[in-house]
């Protein structure tokens, strides 16, 4: 299947500062990335859908300006934490569809947050 | 209701049982239908996929839709302790999003 590769798998940093996640399709081009959100034992959340060229889409309750997504080329989507707080500790995931509503979606490895 | 339903269980086997996962759905939109297995600590990792109605085997893998009862099912047959997993039901229909159901927990004991 295709692959989708996200960086890093695991990042601690202090309260207050940002964290940049990477999200890239490695075989295939991708309009259209998501990013998830998954706490202990519970299904994803979807967090945004992430267009290329374009502004995400963020879901209800989502607050855009703490999660910042820019989708700059059809392989690379990135996930910002802006000023993190311990509750943002997470895991979050990114998967990419390789094009259209037909086709599978296919998950990154994940990217476990901590904030201390 | 939640758009898809799916026990969380946990599910607890024997090796070499034969193991049933079930979703059931509302909406009738949609029509991708894809299993999800998934290990502590991973991206889920695509198992089946199904367009509309029937049936798809792979290897000790089969994926059943039943579009008119609105129930997925995957069945593994000779299931072995490295099966233990979360399994993620997640289907879509007229837009991009995938909805997922809970994730039913998965033990095999040898």
């Known amino acids: 299947g295709a692959v989708v590769s996200q960086h890093p798998s695991r990042v601690i940093c202090k309260s207050g500062t940002s964290v940049k996640i990477e999200c890239r399709s490695l075989d295939f081009q991708a309009t259209t990335m998501f990013w998830y959100r998954q706490f202990p034992k519970q299904s994803l959340m979807l967090m945004a859908t992430?267009?290329?060229?374009?502004?995400?889409?963020?879901e209800q309750g989502v607050e855009k300006d703490k999660f910042l997504i820019n989708h700059a080329s059809l392989t690379l989507s990135t996930l910002t934490v802006t000023s993190a707080h311990p509750e943002d500790s997470s895991f979050y995931i990114c998967?990419?569809?390789?094009?259209?509503?037909?086709?599978?979606?296919?998950f990154g490895q994940g990217t476990r947050l901590t904030v201390v | 209701q939640k758009e898809v339903e799916q026990d969380p269980g946990p599910l607890s086997v024997p090796e070499g049982a034969i193991v049933s996962l079930n979703c059931t759905y509302s909406n009738s939109a949609f029509q991708y239908f894809m299993w999800y297995r998934q290990y502590s600590r991973k991206g889920p990792e695509l198992l089946m996929y199904t367009y509309s109605s029937g049936n798809k085997e792979d290897g000790r893998f089969t994926a059943q839709v039943d579009k008119s009862s609105k129930y997925i099912s995957l069945f593994i047959r000779d299931s072995q302790p490295s099966d233990s997993a979360t399994y993620l039901c997640?289907?879509?229909?007229?837009?991009?999003?995938?909805?997922f159901g809970t994730g039913t927990r998965l033990q095999v004991f040898p």
């Open positions: 998967s990419a569809r390789v094009q259209g509503l037909e086709t599978e979606a296919f």
């Open positions: 992430s267009n290329e060229g374009s502004k995400a889409t963020y």
């Open positions: 997640a289907m879509s229909g007229n837009t991009d999003k995938l909805i």
